[in-house]
């Protein structure tokens, strides 16, 4: 079992930043990525950008360019820095540990309390 607390959430005018932290204990060894999801009320969760053990990346084309994936392979920790963020951010944010198996992102079944982020003026 792998346990997953994220952190960084918050109410943020647009244009503006955030950074997102997940720190993972636990069992560790049975995945080799880990991703950042989204959800808003009534709609399913959302991949948002994963990040493999070498440091390979993934993103949604919505979150391209703005947002940027980074790992501390040390602090078994994953990062989501968000630029820019737009109204349309606005969602619930999950970290989860998963696998790649060639080039899709099977998420695991374990998953953080979840940080929510608020982008509005």
């Known amino acids: 079992q792998v346990q997953l607390v994220e952190s960084g959430g918050g109410l943020v005018q647009p244009g503006g930043s955030l950074r997102l932290s997940c720190a993972a204990s636990?069992?560790?060894?049975?995945?080799?990525?880990m991703a950042w999801y989204r959800q808003t009320p009534g709609k399913e969760r959302d991949l948002v950008a994963a990040i493999t053990t070498g440091g390979s990346t993934e993103y949604a084309d919505s979150v391209k360019g703005r947002f940027t994936i980074s790992r501390d392979n040390a602090k078994i920790t994953v990062y989501l820095q968000m630029n820019d963020l737009k109204p349309d951010d606005t969602a619930v944010y999950y970290c989860?540990?998963?696998?790649?198996?060639?080039?899709?992102?099977?998420?695991?079944?374990?998953w953080g309390q979840g940080t929510q982020v608020t982008v509005s003026s």
């Open positions: 636990g069992s560790i060894f049975s995945w080799n990525a």
């Open positions: 989860n540990a998963g696998n790649y198996r060639n080039i899709v992102y099977y998420p695991g079944s374990s």
